[in-house]
């Protein structure tokens, strides 16, 4: 039996990565990127370059399927998405291949910038009908999998939350949300991680989308939960509007926005209190619909 463990990370390592595989950049100052997610620790390498050392082995293909992928998306979509630069090598006892990328200036959006705002939500639809309209045969592994693939833990997070939430209306949001008519048209393209913390705002208005490690094709019902943990019942409604999106697929995208906030409420809600309060307002929202 293979026990995974998880490599220690500093900016001791980050510096010897760099200077070793990438010399030219050797001089450039090296700092600590806050906040960092929870699959990557993230630096600032001088002014115009970032260094993204992936946490867990759950995330050790992006590096490479971004490099593949985005310099093709990016003349497609209407917002700045990454641009890498260079993908590092393991060494030094770092197991897993690394990235190098262009820095995006840019705060992440939050809820009380953006909640309101129907130009917000106008713009996220029109990023997602770009991506799903972004014509490219994918690679087999990029096939996301279907709502039906995170029933069960669904269901163990639902009885493990116990009464944060009302358990009733998780179950049958649940069952609705599996019980939805599957897509029915050819596989589109989505993002997969598709929330606040993977977006960016300049100036009060949204800038780019970061954080591609989910891409795949399939059923784009995932790329929904932007409308639960980000906006209000009215922008909502300008975003399902935009994105003319039927019943069946809202049903699922509200399933998808349920099962990913418990998981991560389950996951970090009791050490974290900033994903306690996302995850909370992400699960309420899918709830009133």
């Known amino acids: 039996m293979t026990v995974e463990t ?3 990370i500093d900016a001791a390592l980050a510096r010897r990565l760099v200077d070793t595989q ?8 090296l700092r600590p990127h806050a906040p960092a997610g929870s699959d990557h620790v993230i630096y600032r390498l001088g002014e115009e370059l970032s260094v993204r050392l992936p946490r867990h082995a ?6 490479r399927k971004e490099a593949e992928w985005l310099p093709r998306l990016a003349p497609h979509l209407p917002l700045a998405i990454p641009t890498l630069v260079e993908v590092g090598a ?5 197991p897993w291949p690394w990235a190098v990328s262009r820095w995006l200036d840019g705060e992440a959006a939050t809820v009380e910038a953006l909640s309101g705002s129907h130009e917000a939500a106008g713009a996220l639809a029109e990023f997602l009908t770009a991506l799903r309209r972004f014509d490219a045969e ?6 996301g999998l279907p709502l039906a693939a995170r029933d069960t833990a669904t269901r163990s997070a639902i009885t493990e939350v116990g009464d ?11 069952d609705t949300a599996l019980a939805a008519p599957e897509w029915g048209r050819p596989p589109a393209w989505f993002h997969g991680d598709f929330h606040t913390g993977n977006l960016l705002t300049a100036n009060g208005r949204l800038s780019a989308v970061i954080d591609f490690g989910e891409l795949g094709v399939g059923d784009p019902a995932c790329d929904l939960i932007i409308a639960f943990t980000l906006m209000s ?10 994105l003319d999106v039927d019943d069946a697929t809202w049903t699922r995208g509200r399933g998808w926005a349920l099962a990913t906030g418990l998981n991560a409420y389950v996951c970090y809600a009791a050490v974290n209190p900033r994903v306690a309060a996302q995850t909370t307002r992400q699960i309420t929202q899918a709830l009133a619909g």
């Open 6 to 8: 998880t490599p220690t």
């Open 22 to 29: 990438f010399p030219r950049w050797a001089e450039l100052p």
């Open 58 to 63: 759950g995330a050790i293909k992006q590096a």
């Open 90 to 94: 393991p060494d030094f006892g770092y």
């Open 138 to 143: 994918p690679a087999e592994d990029l096939t």
């Open 164 to 174: 944060a939430f009302d358990t009733a209306a998780m179950a049958e949001l649940w």
């Open 233 to 242: 019942a009215e922008t909502r409604a300008t975003f399902r509007a935009a």
